[in-house]
């Protein structure tokens, strides 16, 4: 194994192992991958470069298949290089590779930017904000609304199993923002009195968002209070429901049980598919989108299909029995 090979394989690691960072951090991890790789690789055929990036690009995908952000920035990348492998060198297509990681991580930064400036007017003073999980997209608009003089309170779930919501709290409170931190079957006790309900989210797809295991029962919680629900994501989160793998993973069943009971099986799913219809608006760098838009947007994508391809046999084989 070249040490680009074992350098990348790492990074891939890392992020599988990786079940804290919100998806727009690890899409730039695997942004980072791959420049690395172009960095390393560009003595190959154009033909060796572009299968060694799409080996690379499907074991990203595969590491953290919820998020849809990872999806994307593999597959504009890899389009890229397709489209061009037969008129560029391998020098031209490492440097192209390096530049589409570069812009990528630039735009995901700019994003997050844009989102806080537009979700933060949803904020007034006096305001009570729920918010479940941990969302760069969600910290950035809370931030951004304090920063703005804004005076409001924001109640935290703390997010089970992982407890991501206790790291926001932190956060949040750092930033000098009042937050009550609550266990998230409160959820329902504390919900009735907020004004706004703010999410974040890994993927969208045409009907429905993925999110962490509870977004579900606050959309629900949403309809039943008359409180308006809000998700907040970049752009490059949408992604087809075709395209998506299944956001069920399942998680280490100590985190909920560490001993063996007779009978008794754990299961720990991370994730879950929530209806956009809970949702008011999506809250993106692109601006405020009712869920009926979200199809067009989805739309404009164009896939790599030998990604596509590579990920389905990947999924196939490691389903098979043996």
Same mark, same amino acid.
Request: charged share 25%; net charge negative; aromatic share 8%.
């Given at each position: 194994?070249?040490?680009?090979?074992?350098?990348?394989?790492?990074?891939?690691?890392?992020?599988?192992?990786?079940?804290?960072? *919100?998806?727009?951090?690890?899409?730039?991890?695997?942004?980072?991958?791959?420049?690395?790789?172009?960095?390393?690789?560009?003595? #190959?055929?154009?033909?060796?470069?572009?299968?060694? @990036?799409?080996?690379?690009?499907?074991?990203?995908?595969?590491?953290?298949?919820?998020?849809?952000?990872?999806?994307?920035?593999?597959?504009?990348?890899?389009?890229?290089?397709?489209?061009?492998?037969?008129?560029?060198?391998?020098?031209?297509?490492?440097?192209?590779?390096?530049?589409?990681?570069? &812009?990528?991580?630039?735009?995901?930064?700019?994003?997050?930017?844009? !989102?806080?400036?537009?979700?933060?007017?949803?904020?007034?003073?006096?305001?009570?904000?729920?918010?479940?999980?941990?969302? *760069?997209?969600? @910290?950035? !608009?809370?931030?951004?609304?304090?920063?703005?003089?804004?005076?409001?309170?924001?109640?935290?779930?703390?997010? #089970?199993?992982?407890?991501?919501?206790?790291?926001?709290?932190?956060?949040?409170?750092?930033?000098? !923002?009042?937050?009550?931190?609550?266990?998230?079957?409160?959820?329902?006790?504390?919900?009735?009195?907020?004004? @706004?309900?703010?999410?974040?989210?890994?993927?969208?797809?045409?009907?429905?968002?993925?999110?962490?295991?509870?977004?579900?029962?606050?959309?629900?919680?949403?309809?039943?209070?008359?409180?308006?629900?809000?998700?907040?994501?970049?752009?490059?989160?949408?992604?087809?429901?075709?395209? #998506?793998?299944?956001?069920?993973?399942?998680?280490?069943? &100590?985190?909920?049980?560490?001993?063996?009971?007779?009978?008794?099986?754990?299961?720990?799913?991370?994730?879950?598919?929530?209806? @956009?219809?809970?949702?008011?608006?999506? !809250?993106?760098?692109?601006?405020?989108?009712?869920?009926?838009?979200?199809?067009?947007?989805?739309?404009?994508?164009?896939?790599?299909?030998?990604?596509?391809?590579?990920?389905?046999?990947?999924?196939?084989?490691?389903?098979?029995?043996?």
């Amino acid at each position: 194994m070249i040490r680009s090979e074992q350098s990348c394989h790492q990074a891939v690691e890392d992020i599988r192992k990786d079940n804290v960072s *919100g998806a727009s951090e690890i899409s730039r991890k695997a942004a980072s991958a791959f420049a690395l790789f172009a960095a390393e690789s560009h003595n #190959r055929s154009a033909s060796e470069f572009f299968g060694g @990036l799409l080996r690379l690009g499907a074991d990203l995908v595969l590491a953290q298949p919820h998020m849809a952000s990872v999806f994307n920035l593999v597959n504009s990348v890899l389009y890229s290089i397709e489209q061009s492998q037969q008129l560029c060198t391998p020098q031209e297509l490492a440097e192209l590779t390096k530049q589409k990681a570069e &812009e990528f991580t630039a735009g995901s930064l700019s994003a997050v930017q844009l !989102i806080a400036e537009r979700g933060e007017t949803l904020i007034q003073d006096g305001c009570k904000v729920l918010t479940f999980s941990a969302s *760069g997209s969600i @910290l950035a !608009i809370l931030k951004k609304a304090k920063e703005n003089g804004k005076s409001f309170q924001v109640v935290v779930c703390e997010s #089970r199993p992982m407890l991501e919501g206790r790291l926001l709290a932190r956060f949040l409170g750092n930033a000098r !923002i009042p937050v009550t931190l609550i266990a998230d079957a409160a959820v329902g006790l504390f919900g009735k009195g907020m004004d @706004l309900y703010l999410v974040g989210a890994d993927s969208v797809s045409e009907e429905a968002f993925v999110n962490k295991i509870g977004t579900f029962s606050l959309g629900l919680l949403s309809r039943e209070f008359g409180v308006p629900l809000f998700v907040a994501c970049e752009r490059s989160k949408f992604i087809a429901s075709d395209w #998506r793998i299944s956001p069920l993973v399942d998680g280490n069943p &100590e985190e909920l049980l560490d001993d063996e009971l007779l009978n008794v099986r754990v299961n720990n799913p991370y994730f879950e598919e929530v209806p @956009l219809a809970f949702c008011r608006q999506v !809250i993106t760098n692109e601006g405020f989108l009712p869920p009926s838009e979200i199809p067009h947007y989805i739309r404009k994508t164009r896939l790599c299909r030998r990604l596509m391809d590579l990920i389905r046999k990947s999924v196939l084989d490691l389903s098979s029995p043996g």
